[in-house]
């Protein structure tokens, strides 16, 4: 527990310091919309958004809205972390009312509540991530991964910087998911069933996509198609039950899209939720240095490495885990925009960390049991990793390391500098949008 406690204790330090709620830095781009849901229904009273046409003169936030097909106003963010913020926004908005604030929402209080959301579910993702590890290595190697997991990531920029973006609940609730589907196979339960299906509920809310970690419950342990049937068999009420719970989860949302759309499921990114499956953007999403995964984390370059490692240390795990991984990288880079915006390294990538971590403490594992010199050159860079990290993360606070145009010109023009190289702009390439959005994207 000493690392999770230092992760905690630095991660809190660190955000006070930037202070990002007291500067309005938090419900901004995606958590606007993201964040929506809750103003609308415990402020204003009113999810058809109707009340966004008639604002008080002195509301102080930003409230976003597509038009539907019926030309009623609609979010494009679900309202997953709106279910989670709920408790931390009723706190913040009783104080609102006795503070000299504003209360309709998007005030200091509110943005500081979030902040301590992403604090709380880091640690239940931390907490969570420990157990898994600790079935498999020792709690030194755990506490090495845990802290590499935060402090050689982009998950720490997440947490500190911009706190309402998803990707450190959904790596919170994919840690307690493989925690708890693992509980599951070695004693299937009503509780941890329950569990199962009340967290793939919330998983699937926020980001669709990360539906594929149904394959954890799926596969851990399976060995053949006669294992696989044999589980089948004898927990099916068990997954049915599962599965209604994950339904009254996502029943909210659909019940929002039936009122303003009309239907029961809609795409709410409209035309900008194309994928092209068939021209993935795979190698661009993981080594471009406008956003390469591997290039602004190369710690995971040796979790990609620990994988293949864990057909021996972890065999329950291997299969699971090697499908995922393929399977997310090949979506995540399918969409259009495989570069995701602005953003400090390629952000969607944050949610599998939980799951990258075990591959990358057979790593550490297979490091520490090497000659000496060997860990000694291990050690050195892997904190190499941590600094360049952390650098590289000023830097983008600073737009030094530009959020969605950099180039390899650009990124050694300014690798370990604190000021701007002479015409920078020119070494900069603005990505084509529209270009992309019609599956034309191109490399800088």
Not at 18 to 25: F, I, M, P
Not at 208 to 227: E, K, Y
Not at 311 to 325: D, M
Not at 420 to 442: M, V
Request: glycine fraction near 6%.
């Amino acid at each position: 527990m000493a690392a999770i406690i230092f992760i905690m204790i630095a991660a809190a330090w660190y955000g006070k310091n930037l202070n990002s709620w007291g500067k309005n830095r938090v419900i901004q781009n995606d958590v606007i919309s993201y964040y929506a849901y809750l103003p609308a229904a415990f402020i204003f009273n009113d999810l058809s958004f109707e009340f966004a046409k008639s604002l008080p003169e002195n509301f102080d936030g930003t409230i976003w809205l597509q038009e539907a097909p019926g030309g009623k106003p609609i979010v494009r963010m679900t309202m997953g972390l709106a279910f989670l913020w709920l408790p931390f926004f009723l706190v913040a908005h009783m104080f609102a009312q006795v503070l000299p604030v504003s209360s309709y929402g998007y005030s200091w209080p509110y943005g500081f509540s979030i902040f301590i959301a992403a604090l709380f579910y880091l640690f239940i993702g931390l907490y969570f991530l420990r157990k898994i590890l600790l079935r498999y290595y020792s709690e030194a190697i755990t506490g090495i991964t845990l802290l590499f997991v935060f402090f050689a990531t982009n998950l720490i920029y997440y947490v500190i910087s911009e706190p309402g973006m998803a990707h450190v609940y959904n790596f919170a609730l994919i840690a307690a998911f493989i925690h708890f589907s693992l509980e599951w196979i070695k004693k299937p339960g009503i509780q941890h069933t329950i569990v199962m299906g009340l967290l793939a509920g919330l998983i699937v809310l926020i980001r669709p996509v990360n539906i594929i970690v149904l394959v954890f419950p799926t596969l851990t342990g399976i060995a053949s198609v006669n294992d696989f049937a044999e589980r089948l068999k004898n927990n099916w009420k068990l997954i049915m039950l599962a599965g209604f719970v994950a339904f009254l989860v996502l029943l909210p949302q659909m019940a929002f899209w039936k009122m303003q759309t009309g239907q029961w499921l809609f795409n709410s990114y409209l035309d900008q939720g194309k994928f092209y499956f068939l021209k993935p953007n795979i190698w661009h999403g993981l080594f471009s240095f406008r956003k390469g995964w591997l290039i602004y984390t190369p710690v995971m370059i040796f979790g990609l490495i620990g994988i293949f490692w864990l057909r021996k240390k972890v065999p329950a795990l291997f299969l699971p885990i090697l499908i995922f991984v393929v399977l997310n990288i090949y979506i995540i880079y399918s969409w259009w925009c495989w570069w995701y915006g602005g953003s400090f390294g390629s952000r969607p990538m944050i949610d599998m960390y939980g799951i990258m971590a075990i591959p990358l403490a057979a790593f550490f594992q297979k490091a520490n049991n090497s000659k000496l010199w060997l860990k000694g050159m291990a050690a050195f860079i892997f904190l190499a990793f941590i600094w360049l990290n952390q650098f590289q993360m000023n830097q983008y606070r600073s737009s030094l390391l530009h959020w969605d145009s950099m180039t390899k010109e650009a990124y050694f023009s300014i690798f370990g500098k604190k000021k701007w190289p002479e015409n920078y702009e020119n070494l900069i390439k603005i990505p084509d949008y529209e270009k992309a959005l019609r599956g034309e994207s191109e490399y800088p």
